[in-house]
């Protein structure tokens, strides 16, 4: 019988799950404390709380060479992209960003860095407030394939937001099974919605799925221009009822 009156134990049985409709019985959910502003929920994993890049470094191999400074990090130009030393594959994402307050440049040469999910499937970071640029390159762009569904951008050296749910691609061996799937929202706004990328992110080419781990790093793109990151946080996605 379920606990006190919470559920029942009369109802059929749910497709897929041992469990009954209104099942009192079924794992309850996990309680956490949702985010302060500025802060990561209580069960998130931290990447980058503004006070150092302790969990990062350079791609390019040795210790992360951007700046840190007043709580947040930024692009410090020539000294490459920097990961993550933590790996991870499903997740909830989150992070802040902001273009230099100082407009130079136009297209692809203003404000340009990217997020690579997986250190392979790129989120592009671009501004376009006021700058037009190839579609699939604009801001929040899955770069080089799909455009985002609306330009949410915020006026340089304004922080920005992008909450990313990120699904990541199944192999079986040499052969893809499942193609990775990617909802993200800007500034709070659906950019893209349960969208698959083609492949691998890349330039001028058509990207491509090569097998790799069921894992990797977050890269955080140095284009060279001063961009900024802070309040980086990851969630680990499970399955319903998943310890």
Not at 46 to 64: Q, R, S
Not at 93 to 121: C, I, T
Not at 196 to 210: D, K, L, S, W
């Amino acid at each position: 019988m379920p606990p006190g009156n919470i559920g029942y134990d009369d109802t059929p049985i749910l497709p897929n799950f041992p469990y009954r409709v209104h099942d009192g019985n079924r794992p309850q959910p996990k309680v956490i404390a949702p985010p302060e502003p500025g802060k990561a929920p209580s069960d998130a994993v931290v990447l980058f709380d503004g006070t150092g890049l302790e969990a990062w470094e350079a791609v390019k191999g040795g210790p992360a060479g951007w700046d840190v400074q007043d709580g947040y990090m930024q692009v410090r130009p020539g000294t490459g992209n920097i990961r993550t030393k933590e790996h991870f594959g499903d997740c909830q994402l989150h992070l802040e960003w902001a273009a230099p307050e100082v407009v130079k440049g136009d297209s692809q040469g203003r404000g340009n860095s990217g997020v690579f999910l997986m250190g392979l499937y790129e989120v592009q970071v671009l501004d376009c407030y006021d700058n037009p640029t190839y579609p699939d390159g604009t801001t929040a762009a899955i770069y080089g394939q799909y455009p985002p569904l609306v330009n949410a951008c915020r006026k340089p050296g304004e922080w920005q937001t992008y909450d990313i749910i990120w699904e990541a691609p199944q192999f079986d061996g040499d052969t893809l099974v499942k193609p990775a799937c990617v909802t993200v929202l800007h500034n709070g706004i659906v950019v893209h919605n349960h969208t698959e990328p083609i492949g691998a992110t890349n330039h001028r080419v058509v990207g491509e799925y090569h097998p790799h781990p069921p894992v990797g790093p977050l890269e955080l793109q140095d284009h060279g221009d001063l961009v900024r990151f802070r309040n980086i946080w990851y969630r680990p996605l499970k399955g319903y009822d998943a310890e």
